[in-house]
C-alpha cells in the first residue's frame, strides 16, 4: 500500500502488560518515521499522559486523545480538531452518578478532574501517571469546557449501574470501552460528546493531511478501535484482541507482549 499514516493505539497495542514499550516497537516506529512515514497515537488516553508516551518514543507531529475528541500537535500546541460535552450533560452525569454510587473521572483539555481519592485515583497516579485536582464537581467553574468524563468501573454492582448510565445516555452521549493490560478486569468507559469515536478523529486528520484513508495503516486492539480499522486501508488487529475486532481486521498480529506493532511494521511497511 501507499502508506502516507500510521495510526497506533497505546494500551494494549504498544503497551505490554508491565506497561513499558519493547525495543522491537521503539525500533519499528523509529523505521517508519526514517521512512517518512507519519506516525500517528490515537489513544482514549488525555493529552497529560499521552504526551509521556509521545515524547517517550521522540514522535512528533500530530495524535489523537480523549478516544477521538481532539487532534492536536501537543509540541507546537495547535488543536485542529475538539469536541467538548455541552455543559447540561455534564451536570446531569454528575447527577447521575452522585445517586448511582459509581466513580466518574472528568478532563478538560489540561486538566483532570475527581471528587475524593479512591483507588481510580490511585490507579490514575501508578498506572496513568497524572494526578486529580480535587473539587466538587457541582463546583466546576463554568468556563471549564470538559471534553471526557471516564466511568472507572470494576465490580459488577458497578458495571451494571454503568450499564444503566450507558440506556440513560443513550443518543445523546458517546460511550465507547477501552481496557488497560495491566488491569484486566477494571473497564474504562469514555463519556464523549455525541459522534465522536477514533473514526471522527483519524477523518479530521486525513482531511487536515491531505491524504485518503485508504493510505492509513491501523494497528489497535479495542473495541474503541473498530472504528478505525473498519475504514483504513489496512487494518490490523492485535493477537491478544477479541474476536470482535479481529473480524474487522485485514491481519491479525502477534500480541502486544510479543512485539506484534513491530511485526506488522515489518511485514507491510
Known sequence: MDCKL??????GTLFIRAGAISIEDREALADVKRKGVRVALCSARPIQSGRKVIEDLGLDGYHMFFDGAMVSDPHRGEVIHIRTISRSLVEE???????????LDLFS????FAEKESWVTDLRRDYFGISPAFIDFNLLPQD??????????????????????????DGRLTLSMSKAPAHPDVDYINVLARGVSKRSAVDALV????????????????????PVLSSVGLAVAM?????????????????????????????FL
Open 93 to 103: 452525569s454528575v447527577e447521575f452518578v452522585h445517586r448511582s454510587g459509581i466513580i
Open 207 to 226: 482531511n487536515h493531511l491531505g491524504i485518503a484513508l485508504e493510505q492509513v495503516m491501523a494497528i489497535g486492539d479495542g473495541v474503541n478501535d473498530i
Open 144 to 169: 471549564e469546557q470538559i471534553i471526557k468524563g471516564t466511568l472507572v468501573v470494576r465490580s459488577p454492582e458497578e458495571k451494571a449501574a454503568a450499564d444503566r448510565f450507558r440506556r440513560h445516555f
Open 6 to 11: 500510521l495510526v497506533v493505539d497505546i494500551d
Open 239 to 267: 493477537g491478544n484482541a477479541s474476536a470482535e475486532v479481529k473480524a474487522v481486521a485485514d491481519y491479525v498480529t502477534l500480541d502486544a507482549d510479543h512485539s506484534g506493532v513491530a511485526q506488522a511494521i515489518r511485514k
Open 109 to 112: 483539555v489540561n486538566g483532570y
